[in-house]
């Protein structure tokens, strides 16, 4: 009997080697490699290609009206870039427990009620506890097709039989092919059936979503060519502690990556946040605090109203702290910077902590002179108006630079019943018909004047 070779393969990577090693080489990951059975290589014997695709000049080409269907979430839709597209591959990852199941089984729930057909494949679950999991949340649909199954052959079959229009595989990891004799969740395994999956999409041009598992550094379980292979990758974030979630696109083919969907988690599922502003600052109270700042973010096309909140403290150690959640740690230590530069701040001996409050990421530069003026009137220990909301970029001489959609974030602060919008200077091309006092400054010390209120 021949012997059966073997070869260990990173988990994280898909880095191959002939014997085991602690770290990976590509990686640099401990203890990810594992052994499996290498594949001997099939016969190579000349074939004659069949091509039923012909070429075709782009003019040519025609699209339907019906190429993008929605999945009943206007917050979906819009991180998707308008909905589902027609025979895409689409992969949904996010922590244990975030809701990724329940986000795409309510989807589900409003794509049959379109009178379309879906398989939903649970490998995770049988179709009893999809069953429960389906009354809780209100789903019901005689188009909705439930299949315990982790063979990848036999989900084929099935497709064949029922013939849907969507396919939903729960979860990548744990389907399997025959081809490989791998376990299921294995780097040969992920890669193989991600690329039966594409074929099913772009041949029977079935839309087909993958939810997948993500690894304790927050990645995506697997190869990294599993990422590259879809059309649309999509992370599911939030604190499962609380009812906020985050819908964030990091590729999409059909649509922008910059688009955030916002989601609360109820006691029957998920319900979309219409104005996230509100929810974002609900718990915020009129009489603000030292170090409290209300800044206009952009996520895609919306403006968002969120609340920045700073510390400053004297700290006990040679080297203080700088600790920022929600904002870039460079660019906190940029605007510490300027502050003790062109303010005057003594921040050398001062620990500073800043957070945004709702777990959103902000990485555009408009949020700067609201992290600036939060920062600098804790330490004052003065309050910013209440009523009050910061924009604009701090430019390192300390200069106030324009920003990008100045007339949606006013228009969000107004909705919202701020009074006042300290914004640059150099945005002079401003529309009529605001009801709110605009007080634009040109530098970070007028900044600091205008919005200062006595405690």
Known sequence: MAKVKTKWVCQNCGYETAKYIGKCPDCGSWGTLTEEIEEKPANKTQSVVIDDNPVCLINEIKITENIKFSTGFEEFDRVLGGGLVQGSLVLLAGDPGIGKST??????????????????????????????????????????????????????????????????????QSIYTSNITSSSGSVSQIRECTNFLMDIAKNKNITVIVIGHVTKEGNIAGPKVLEHMVDTVIYFEGDKYKSQRLLRSIKNRFGSTNEIGVFNMAEYGLEEVKNPSELFMKERTDNAAPGSVIIATNEGTRALLVEVQALVGTTSYPSPRRVSTGVEFNRLLQIIAVLEKRIGLNLSKHDVYVNVIGGIEIDEPAADLGIALAIATCFR?????????????????????????????????????????????????????????????????????????KK
């Open 103 to 172: 986000l795409i089984l309510q989807s589900a729930g409003n794509i049959c009620s379109q009178g379309r057909k879906l398989l939903y494949v649970c490998a995770e679950e049988s179709s009893s506890q999809v069953k429960l999991r389906a009354q809780r949340l209100n789903v019901n649909s005689n188009n909705l097709y439930v299949y315990s199954q982790t063979n990848l052959e036999a989900v084929i079959t099935q497709i064949d039989n029922i013939k849907p229009e969507f396919l939903v595989i729960d979860s990548i």
């Open 381 to 453: 220990d003065v309050c910013v108006d209440s009523d009050c909301v910061i924009i604009g970029e701090i430019s390192l001489s300390g200069e106030i630079r324009n920003v990008s959609n100045i007339e949606k974030r006013i228009y969000e602060a107004q909705k919202l019943g701020f009074k006042k919008a300290i914004i640059p200077k150099l945005n002079k091309k401003l529309p009529e018909g605001f009801n709110i006092e605009i007080i634009q400054v040109p530098r970070l010390m007028d900044a600091i004047s205008a919005c200062v209120s």
